[in-house]
């Protein structure tokens, strides 16, 4: 299987004042495309760090990292805005939906920056909404949902515009179990599908669905094994 | 991959109508701004226009009048007149003049036709007041330079005079009596009409009436016939052109003085000038009133500034979803850039029609004319999208300058 995610070395310094502190000191990563990963650790221990510049939303002081084939360490800010639209797919705790634009317009919103047609954006926007079972709801704003049915229409956010891969931090950690179970299910679907899914997470039953699960502690991977 | 334009300009609009309240309230300076500016300078406008006409109806801009000097102390000798020799040397000494005419006010007296009367100015005046006061003539012909050498008895009427005494009948060569002198009608004026400014229904609605409501001898007959102590108060010239108008101003008002022994008994004005003073005096007035209006758009584009800058910080996390789903700087800045310029635009628009509704009661109710033109309308929106952009500027930087990661991390 070819490798979407390939780390080198990875090194992220913070200057807080005068002192330096170094979040990723270092970090090894390979993960190929189609897996199920989930990234474990304490807080503090640079997970976060980690999945921010995964996700092109930082970059590092040092080292490399290629993502889908294309170094991306090196890019500056606005090719990495176009790696954030068409490369990932982000899915956050808190949901991060617009309030006062409807789940249709919050979905359709990655298309609009791709500059896609409104046709075509309200076209895959509906399409997907049904996938995640909300067709009924797309008038409504994030509001009126349940936390379950919006982590859903956050989900249908990410894998809209088909990144390559899906990156979700704590995604199930807003949810009471049975909305959380079933976000899961559409994570463990998604990946069954032939998706990259990356969970960061502290909640070992979501690392169990995962086919591995990396450890990161003091800004290294620990170790990557194969759950189970 | 940028969003376009119109893609900026829908989501602008969204925004807009998502916080109408607080849109609205943002914009109430530059609704105000531009409101000011459109009602100041179509006031201003009309003015200038209603003033041009008064002047051309007057004789136009090269006119010089001499008139005796109210503000001047007689009590300390002198008297603001001039005799028929006088006038002559003036005549002769500005010779350039196209034309000249002096003119005798005589007491109101009724003018009689018979059994009926009508109670009438009497003016004694030279054969070129026609062209000074720029009048036409109705019928007959106007008092010629021979009435001058011969100090004829005829008359020329007003045609509200005329109308008056003779209704539909034709008053040529008919004999009309006037201070117990008899004299032949020889002509009879156009009506001079303006349309009156201001409520003044007192006054009628047109500006002119009195005028047609004067007779006119020869001066000569005036002086030898009516009364020859009579002396002549006041003197009129025309010029070639506005410009020499003014020379010739200067020239006069030295001609008069020498012949007052330097006493300025008189004041002699030229309607160009007095035109340039008017022009000056609205000019304060309408820098007054652009300043309040400038002002104005100022303290709204401060607040809208403020009002951004506010919107930007309560909108942290969506710019950084924005941020996390693929939007570049540049379409962060320009998202919030159009909105604001949209916010402004919008209060220019209002600030018009609003403007335009002032401007209607004023024309109505003041009866001010008010001359509201296309370019005034360009201006105001240009100004207020103006407004927008430099206003607008310094939040949408600072939006667009958000770090994603702590923007998403924001409450």
Redesign the interface.
Known sequence: MAEIIATKNLIKDYNLGKVKVRALNGVDLTIEAGEFVAIMGPSGSGKSTLM?II?C??SPTGGEYQLDGVLVSQMD??DL??I???KIG?V?QSF???P??NILKNVE??L????ESLRERSRKAREILASVGLSDRLRHKPSELSGGQRQRVAIA?AIV?NPAILLADEPTGNLDSQAGGDILEIFTQLHSQGNTVIIVTHDKAVAQRAGRIIRIMDGRIEDGHLAG | MAISLAESLHLGILDILTRKVRSAVTVIGIVLGVMCIMVVLAIVNGMNKTTMEWMSQRGGLSKVEVRPNWGYDFSKGGDPSLSLREIQLIRELVPQATAFNAQIPLPESEMQLGDSGYLCSVLGVYPDMLKVEEWKLAKGRFINDFDITNHNNVVVLGSTVARELFNSRDPLGRYVSWGGHRFMVVGVLGERYLKNQGTGDTFGENGLEYLNQRAFLPLSTVISRINPKLRISSLELQAASPEKAKEMRKQVEDIVLNLKQGKALFRVDSAQEQMDMMRKNTMIFTSIFILIAVISLLVGGIVIMNIMLASVKERTREIGVRIAVGARRRDIVVQFLVQTVLITALGGVIGILLGYAILDLVGGYLKLEVAASVRMIWTALLVSIGVGLLFGIMPAVRAGKLDPIEALREE
């Open positions: 921010h996700g939303l930082d800010k606005d805005a176009s954030r639209n068409s982000f956050f991060n939906l617009l006062h634009l919103l990655p609009m920056y791709a500059g956010r515009n």
